[in-house]
């Protein structure tokens, strides 16, 4: 087994996120020596101690911090400038800060400037998830076969991002460094926008009348209930993506709109090539998704 890449690991959050990158350190052994956990209810941290995931637990995150060499955020990117706040005087001079957040402008505006000098800040998203949330939700597979995006600011230590990307590897994941920008653009297609409308189509069913709504669950089968699955995800994390990733969302979501209403237009004057040909580009990028083994 190849050496721990980090001696103490600490985790902020340990919700789907954290609590699978906890399960793949203890399963694995080569990624950290010590793994630190805190969270911000007692009852998460209660939970996190039953189900042996830690070394230590840490009600205080700048406790948790303390010696650490890797500390990674795992809340929720609106609770990011908070704890960096909460620990940048605490951060070990060397040590590595990174973090899981879905949005990564964001992140960089929250975050960067609270970063003490001799701190390494590297940016990362896994992209891979599930409907579920709290530390009950992790588990060792998660990561695999995924990406995990890494979006360092200009004149990041090589040698940091390096250690960055070959933690993620470890987990499973393949590795892209991306421009943050470009981040948030890719991730509004291909995930943000996608969530909005899972959210916004059940909203729409459930002001249905009464007896509608009844039928849309009993023959949710027919598609909707794929969009259900998507819609159970975390409220609040959710919230602060869509809040963190405004421009790039509404811009996206802008362009969808305007596809919706071109789709109406065939639908209303039965042009039956251009309504062909749209279902037909959909089964392509299905096709292509199976192509490379990520649907
Ligand atoms: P989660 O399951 O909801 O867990 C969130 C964790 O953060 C919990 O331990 C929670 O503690 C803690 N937390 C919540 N609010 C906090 C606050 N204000 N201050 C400090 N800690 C707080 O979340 P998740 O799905 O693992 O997501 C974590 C991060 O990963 C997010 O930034 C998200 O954008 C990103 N991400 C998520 C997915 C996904 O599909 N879920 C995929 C990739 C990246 P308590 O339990 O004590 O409240």
Redesign the pocket.
Known sequence: MADPLFRRLAL????????SVARIARARGDLAAEVVV????A???ERVRELGIADRIEAD?AHAVAGADCVM????????A??AEAIAPHLAPGAILT?????KQSVIRDVGPLVPAGVHFVPA???????????D??FVTLFENRWCLLTPPPGTDAAAVEWVAEFWRRCGAMVQTMDPAHHDRVLAIVSHLPHLIAFTICGTADDLEDESRQEVLRFAASGFRDFTRIAA??P??WR??FLNNREALLEMLARFMEDAQAMARAVRWGDAGYIEDKVQRGRGIRRSLIELKQA
């Not at 805190?38 to 209810?41: I, L, M, P, V």
């Not at 998203?125 to 709290?134: D, N």
């Open positions: 902020l959050g340990i919700g789907l996120i954290g609590s805190n969270a911000r209810s009852k998460t941290l995150p955020l795992c809340a929720p990117v609106g609770a990011f908070a704890l973090d899981v957040g879905s949005t998203h896994p992209l891979a998830g599930t409907e579920y949330s709290g530390p939700a992790g995800s975390d609040v994390m602060d993506v």
